[in-house]
């Protein structure tokens, strides 16, 4: 993914929007597997969770709070309070569920995770998926159609793990703070 060009540090870096939902196993690789190294790699992340996934991550919260300088999210805000991220350039959905990707690729933003995606969406900011389906899931009738809708919009759907996404950042988002050098 290249290495964090000197210099740029703090606000100044590309923002990432992270966003988990409660898929199977994220509880134990979501920081240290995912969080942990896209901030070595650089990125500010904006990390914002679905309430589910919110509840499997509690003890990880304060460990995921210190990866970054800006709030986890989970909750929607106030109308009279301000946005407490800064609009991603980027974004990182990882895990993906069968229920979080239908309600992304049909646009119901239920929670501030899917709403925080699904403005992603139609600003066409890039954005990786990490699909996390059960076999009998991704046998659902609907579940084609879903990736298709997703794919058609510019999303990038990978599957497999933490390891799967880490390359993709700064391939759909190649931004100046990165040396590409060794991209290339």
Request: proline letters at 10%; glycine letters at 10%.
């Amino acid at each position: 993914m290249g290495e964090p060009v000197a210099g740029r540090s703090g606000a100044d870096r590309p923002v990432l929007g992270l966003v988990a939902s409660a898929g199977g196993g994220v509880e134990r690789w979501f920081r240290t597997g995912l969080a942990e190294p896209l901030a070595r790699r650089g990125w500010r992340l904006a990390i914002t969770l679905t309430p589910t996934a919110a509840r499997w991550l509690e003890p990880e919260l304060p460990a995921l709070a210190a990866v970054t300088d800006l709030p986890v999210r989970w909750r929607s805000r106030l109308p009279s309070e301000p946005k407490p991220h800064p609009v991603p350039d980027a974004f990182v959905f990882a895990p993906a569920t069968l229920n979080s990707l239908a309600k992304l690729a049909l646009g119901i933003g239920d929670n501030q995770a899917l709403t925080a995606l699904g403005e992603a969406l139609g600003r066409r900011a890039p954005m990786v998926v990490l699909v996390q389906v059960g076999a009998e899931q991704s046998r659902h009738p609907a579940f084609a159609g879903h990736l298709a809708v997703l794919r058609d919009a510019g999303v990038r759907l990978v599957e497999g793990g933490p390891g799967a996404v880490m390359a993709e950042p700064a391939l759909v988002a190649p931004f100046a703070a990165f040396d590409k050098s060794d991209l290339n």
